[in-house]
């Protein structure tokens, strides 16, 4: 009888390798293992971690790379939305790990397996993302989860991988490093507790530049095309070079606290340059050219979004009518943001576009104004306030 077939969501580190020889020489499983490209490895990277595969005794390995289709479906409604997870985090792990877990589904029903693996603990949000894409998009297949299930402590897969003949040096670094186009998160024994910062050496991109330098990011309706007058070769290029340019200042650190899905605080550290300046850019853009109401609909829309993302519910219906809300919004948002970089830090200098609305034609604020009278401005006031005032008279005594 041939072997049941199982697709592993493969990364190369420990769990995984361990998930390897558990599931082909416990299990009796032929194992073939993906790793999804979301934009956080090198070529050489990917061709390491192939080889890693191999020699662990799967059957296939495949690199599924999603990272166009990331920016396309998700990454740009992020920047539509303005999303910052508790006005901190530009949600750069959670994001793409709904789109890894779909990659693998989808690649399971391509080869026709019954059954899928991950290397997720019982401790993070992880498995619950992985578990609900694969519940929703593969609901026929066995979702299979050695670590979690075996409560399996580090050393313990250390020593079953060497019982296999899994000769190697199992360091386990003193930072948890996990990047991709979106940024990259950092853990560590700082991140573990309530007062604690990660050190200098801790955070992947160091400081190269200290000379203050000013950009210009072009944007055509809400999507990031250019820096300094020159158009990127894509939308995700762009990303790219402006990770790359803000990076040498040591631009984007930060903690974020937030509230798990399965329901404790925890804390992760994250340098993410490229994210936070289109997003703060493109905000300011909107507020100059969206509406008061646009801004504040858009606002709640981009939270709850962001909240139903990082939760794993990017396939939940109601985020196609937010996308299509979100998108439409954008049409106008057209223009040049000049931001200075400093080291550790930026500031948005301001914008240029032909949909301003803080026109000189219609006045300036605070000096002149060329489209009402003060006899205009008293009625309206009047107006304005006549409820108030029959409030305050009627409950006075």
Not at 46 to 62: D, F, M, R, W
Not at 225 to 235: E, F, P, T, W
Request: proline share 3%; net charge negative; charged share 20%.
């Amino acid at each position: 009888m041939s072997k049941p077939k199982v697709i592993l969501a493969f990364s190369g580190g420990l769990d995984t390798s361990f998930c390897v020889k558990y599931l082909t020489e416990e299990r009796g499983m032929e194992v073939h293992s993906a790793l999804v490209d979301t934009g956080g490895f090198s070529p050489e990277e990917l061709k390491a971690i192939e080889a890693k595969a191999y020699a662990l005794g799967v059957s296939s390995h495949v690199t599924l790379d999603v990272v166009d289709s990331y920016y396309q479906d998700c990454l740009r409604y992020l920047v539509y939305g303005n999303v910052l997870k508790n006005n901190t985090y530009p949600l750069s792990v959670s994001a793409e790990r709904v789109f890894q877990a779909t990659a693998v589904a989808k690649y399971a029903e391509k080869l026709g397996a019954k059954a899928i693996a991950h290397g997720s603990t019982g401790a993070g949000n992880d498995q619950v993302r992985f578990d609900v894409v694969f519940r929703i998009l593969a609901p026929e297949c066995e979702v299979i989860t050695p670590i979690r299930d075996l409560q399996l402590s580090r050393e313990a897969e250390i020593d079953f991988l060497k019982s296999k003949g899994v000769v190697q040096e199992w360091h386990k670094a003193a930072y948890s490093i996990n990047k991709g186009l979106w940024g990259t998160s950092v853990g560590g024994k700082e991140t573990l507790t309530s007062d604690g910062y990660l050190p200098e050496d801790a955070w992947p991109t160091q400081l190269t530049k200290t000379t203050p330098e000013k950009i210009s990011l072009e944007f055509e309706q809400g999507e990031l095309v250019g820096i300094n007058g020159k158009k990127s070769s894509s939308k995700v290029a762009a990303i790219r070079e402006l990770t790359e340019l803000a990076g040498s200042f040591a631009i984007g650190r930060d903690i974020h606290v937030g509230d798990t899905i399965i329901g404790i605080k925890g804390r992760v550290g994250f340098e993410a340059p490229a994210p936070l300046i289109i997003i703060k850019a493109h905000h300011s853009l909107e507020k100059h050219i969206l509406t008061k109401h646009q801004l504040y609909w858009k606002q709640n829309i981009g939270d709850m979004y962001g909240t139903l993302l990082h939760e794993g519910q990017f396939l939940e219906p109601v985020m196609r009518n937010f996308e299509t809300f979100l998108a439409d919004t954008q049409s106008n948002v057209t223009g040049t943001v000049h931001v200075q970089l400093n080291p550790y830090q930026f500031h948005i200098l301001g914008i240029e576009s032909k949909y301003d609305l803080m026109s000189s034609v219609f006045g300036a604020y605070g000096e002149m104004n060329k489209a009402w009278t003060g006899d205009d401005v008293r009625g309206f006031s009047k107006i304005v306030s006549n409820q108030t005032m029959i409030h305050r008279k009627v409950n006075e005594k």
